[in-house]
């Protein structure tokens, strides 16, 4: 068994399964070469949300009073 290179730069292609879980790719390898293919279902990203709120409301935390607690605990 041949080694992988200690760090290989990935590739990545967003594409849609075709009939009977048929997909189509073309790489930039010679004809011939031997290459891994790691297949991963793209899903939704469920933290996006979450983050997006949480980023949106950052004003809570710049509170003066609030800082000056903190720091005299």
Not at 60 to 69: R, Y
Request: proline share 7%; charged share 20%; hydrophobic share 45%.
């Amino acid at each position: 068994m041949s080694e992988i290179a200690s760090n290989p730069t990935p590739l990545r292609y967003e594409v849609e399964v075709q009939a009977q879980g048929h997909i189509e790719l073309q790489v930039p390898f010679a004809t011939g070469r031997k290459v891994i293919v790691l297949v991963l279902p793209d899903e939704p990203d469920s933290l996006a949300d979450l983050v997006a709120a949480a980023s949106s409301s950052l004003g809570f935390w710049d509170n003066e009073i609030d800082d000056a607690e903190w720091n005299n605990a």
